[in-house]
């Protein structure tokens, strides 16, 4: 049976519109990092090579290159962790410029997938869509731990009141948000969905009071 994130793991991927505390385990990721406006027409290359390597993972049997425990499953959707750059840290006023922007984007992968079996998928993807940006791919272990999260409807704009009140919610279960650095998971592709019907997974990390 094809192992479906959404009905399988709805704690990670489709909370509810109200915060919530959760403790989030290790998984495993193609991540690629950058720096700008993701409104600009690089952000999409970004996304184009961590989407290539996934579906190179996923079609890996039609290529004979199976790995051990491989099972049928559904690509799990686009993340992106966010901060701001040193400078812009400096001047912060409470507003950001998305150029100051630095984010790491990544698609997760199934268990199965060790590091010898994604350098191969790196290693193939390069040779059937080339592509600069793929040399700066990493497979990462990543392990959020403590966190508060929800999801929030609508514009990527109005984030700041969702993460208003995840922190209000933190305050009120004695704990603390670590930074200003959050992840956000993307359920809605946002060259197909209006701005007001987008749905995406905020998550900070937390520490006790």
Same mark, same amino acid.
């Given at each position: *049976?094809?192992? =479906?994130?959404?009905?399988k793991e709805k704690t990670f991927y489709l909370p509810k519109t109200e915060p919530e505390l959760i403790?989030? !385990? =290790? @998984?495993?990721? @193609?991540?690629?990092? /950058?720096? /700008?406006? !993701?409104?600009?027409?690089?952000? %999409? =290359?970004?996304? /184009?090579?961590?989407? %290539?390597?996934?579906?190179?993972v &996923? *079609?890996? !049997? &039609? &290529?004979w290159l199976q790995p051990d425990g491989y099972f049928e499953y559904t690509v799990y959707p686009l993340e992106g962790v966010w901060d701001i750059s040193d400078e812009a840290k400096k001047n912060y006023n409470g507003?950001?410029?998305k150029d100051d922007l630095l984010f790491t984007l990544m698609i997760r992968q199934p268990a199965f997938v060790n590091n010898d079996f994604a350098q191969d998928m790196i290693a193939l993807t390069k040779k059937k869509k080339p592509h600069d940006l793929l040399d700066t791919v990493r497979f990462e272990t990543i392990s959020d731990g403590p966190c508060v999260q929800m999801m929030h409807l609508g514009s990527y704009d109005n984030e700041p009141e969702s993460f208003t009140l995840m922190? =209000?919610? %933190?305050? $009120? $279960? $004695?704990v603390r948000r670590v930074s200003k650095v959050h992840r956000e998971i993307y359920l809605s592709d946002a060259r197909k969905v209006a701005p007001e019907k987008l749905k995406t997974v905020?998550? @900070?990390k937390v520490d006790p009071l």
């Open positions: *049976m094809k192992h =479906e994130w959404r009905k403790t989030i !385990p =290790e @998984f495993k990721f @193609f991540t690629i990092s /950058g720096a /700008g406006n !993701p409104n600009s027409p690089f952000f %999409a =290359e970004y996304i /184009g090579v961590l989407y %290539a390597l996934s579906y190179a &996923k *079609m890996s !049997p &039609k &290529k507003t950001i410029n922190e =209000e919610f %933190a305050a $009120n $279960n $004695n905020l998550r @900070f």
